[in-house]
């Protein structure tokens, strides 16, 4: 067997695109999780890229669109190597807007993504649309924006353990870690930070989803939604992944129940097209937060040799590119591009 040149634990999202960037070097990498990959948080339905509102610039925002700017093509190379589909596609994002004060606060982000996103994406305001799909909106206009993506969160986990075992990485279930060792155990690795340090470092989010199948309208290709907090996701096969809710307290993590019933009768509401729409399925998974709500990447302040990729909440899969090549640059070469804000010591 060959020598082990890096460790990752964990088989989420982080943990593979740092191991397959890594890999890309010429790093042999072994990823270590004892529920395999997308077993937790990464093993969703939803699948929302979404863009922070192009207003009061900062680092995180900055991060996240070049990350954002970069999934087509990682995705695409993704698939190629792994020869499996993660169902990335940049649809776009429709959004109502209540009133003449929303409208007008629309209209001054149009400006800042003008300035902002580089030339390769719009935030537009549109009038509202007619037929099955677009929600309505009370001001009759919309928020379209361009930068918008959706993939299957599932999918595409289990794409970058594939390509990973391309480039002839290793994915264990158990054993010890060898070498330098990146930490990217989700919840259970916040909850070891906090023991650690004694005080919180962050704290798990629950989450619930479902998944809806239209019985008389084609969503495949279709702009998100996004409503009064609710997303609205068109996947690739027809279903439409809708999400979700966050809860600070809960006794079963994995457990549906009455609130992810709220969220689907509030999405059939909201869009036409969802009145009838079949439930394919349930899910709830809880996911990491930082106690500064920013990525926690960088340098373990409790461990030698060793580094952490956590704290993904909600922004997982769109910053997943990018926080692969920062933590590669920063294991690998000691090459430290990685925001002042995601520190684990911010969170500390």
Known sequence: MASVDLTVMGAGVWGLSVAVACARRGAHVRVIDPHGPAAGASGGIVGALAPHVPEQWNEKKAFQLEALLMAEAYWSDIARLSGQDPGYARTGRLQPLADAGAVERAYARAQGAA??????????????????????????????????????????????????????????????????????????????ISAMAGKTAGTGVKGQAALLRPRNFDTAGSPQLFAEGLHAVPHADGTVGIGSTSERDYEDGAATDGQLDVLIARARALCPALEDAELVARWAGVRPRARSRAPMLGAHPFRDNAWIANGGFKIAFGLAPLVGEVMADLVLEARDRIPAGFRPEVSL
């Open 115 to 192: 300035d902002l996103w580089q030339g390769r994406a719009d935030w537009q305001v549109i009038d509202t649309q007619s037929g099955g799909w677009a929600p309505a909106s009370p001001s009759g206009k919309l928020v379209h924006d361009t930068l918008t993506a959706r993939l299957h969160p599932r999918r595409a986990t289990l794409a970058l353990a594939r390509a990973l075992e391309t480039l002839g990485g290793e994915i264990a279930q158990d054993g010890l870690p060898k070498g330098p060792v990146v930490w990217a155990t989700g919840v259970a690795g916040l909850e070891e």
